[in-house]
Nanobody
């Protein structure tokens, strides 16, 4: 699976953006999908993840309640809907995929094996 993220841009605080990540290949539906972000000068941060079938999701503490992850396996696409954006959400966002066991415990420590290029999000105050 190869991954291509898009949808980043500049937005004012309180605004919304939707990121998309399209995967190539027929096995996309077998992968748990992940969103990470990295702000300048900071370590990479887990944002959200969704199970292969799309029935379960998990979020990082800093985005829970504001972001929503979803997927459409028929379109080989995973989405990250970001609402109520704040300047601290400014970062490069990466989508990633992994076939290892997915549950709400292991997802917190999984480092996905497949990564796409990032898409930049800038939130101004």
């Amino acid at each position: 699976v190869q991954l291509q993220a898009s949808g980043g841009g500049s937005v004012q605080a309180g605004g919304s953006l939707r990121l998309s990540c399209v995967g190539s290949g027929r096995t996309f539906k077998d992968y748990g999908m992940y969103w990470f972000r990295q702000a300048p000068g900071k370590e990479r941060e887990f944002v959200a993840s969704i199970s292969a079938g799309g029935r379960s999701a998990w979020y990082g503490d800093s985005v829970r309640g504001r972001f929503a992850v979803s997927r459409d396996n028929a379109k080989n696409t995973v989405y990250l809907e970001m609402d109520n954006l704040i300047p601290e959400d400014t970062a490069v966002y990466f989508c990633a995929a992994d076939q290892s066991k997915w549950d709400t415990v292991t997802v917190r420590t999984t480092t996905p094996k497949l990564w796409g290029q990032g898409t930049e999000v800038t939130v101004s105050s």
